[in-house]
Nanobody, 123 residues
Framework: VQLQASGGGLVQPGGSLRLSCAAS????????IGWFRQAPGREREGVSC????????YYLDSVKGRFTISRDNAKKSVYLQMDSLKPEDTAIYYC?????????????????WGQGTEVTVSS
């Protein structure tokens, strides 16, 4: 099982980044996929999740209207479009796969985790 996050980098406030998560080793369409982040000195938090079919998505309140999650089951990939980035979005971003239940922002529900990609928002 592998989840590979990519697309992080350094961006100025107000800028955009698109994160990608490529999955392998499990039946991708059976899993909800979530994005989480962990900033220095803080606990990891759920940012967004997308349901198995892609029909439902959920967001952390602080990113609503700025981030958009999507998935392509044929490519076994999930994307997180991040616009209007703020310094407080600086963190390591992780993607994870959830087998059971509805799409959740609670990390306890997730079965598989990938290595993170670092996002730094700074001028």
């Amino acid at each position: 099982v592998q989840l590979q996050a990519s697309g992080g980098g350094l961006v100025q406030p107000g800028g955009s980044l698109r994160l990608s998560c490529a999955a392998s080793g499990f039946i991708f369409g059976y899993y909800n996929i979530g994005w989480f982040r962990q900033a220095p000195g803080r606990e990891r938090e759920g940012v967004s999740c997308v349901s198995r079919s892609g029909g439902n998505s959920y967001y952390l309140d602080s990113v609503k209207g700025r981030f958009t999650i999507s998935r392509d089951n044929a490519k076994k990939s999930v994307y997180l479009q991040m616009d209007s980035l703020k310094p407080e979005d600086t963190a390591i971003y992780y993607c994870a796969a959830q087998r059971d239940g509805d799409c959740s922002l609670h990390q306890a529900w997730y079965n598989y985790w990938g290595q993170g990609t670092e996002v730094t928002v700074s001028s």
